[in-house]
């Protein structure tokens, strides 16, 4: 179940729904996911993000200044 979810995860970093602009090079890493019910939670650019564990576009939870880890 989770190897799907990852992979899952990993559509959605390729299919660049979480990508920011082209001129913003920095890297930015998507890093501990953790599933619950019928949702992924992550930490992707210093901020924590949600999605449905069937795929679907990420929502940001968090914005601003620091650096939050699910």
Do not use: H, N
């Amino acid at each position: 179940m989770r190897g799907k979810i990852l992979l899952s995860i990993s559509a959605l970093i390729a299919s660049a729904t979480l990508l920011p602009a082209a001129a913003d090079a920095a890297t930015r890493l998507l890093r501990f996911p953790d599933v619950c019910a019928d949702r992924i939670v992550f930490t992707y650019a210093g901020d924590l993000w949600t999605v449905g564990t069937r795929g679907g576009t990420a929502i940001r939870l968090t914005a601003g200044p620091g650096v939050e880890q699910a």
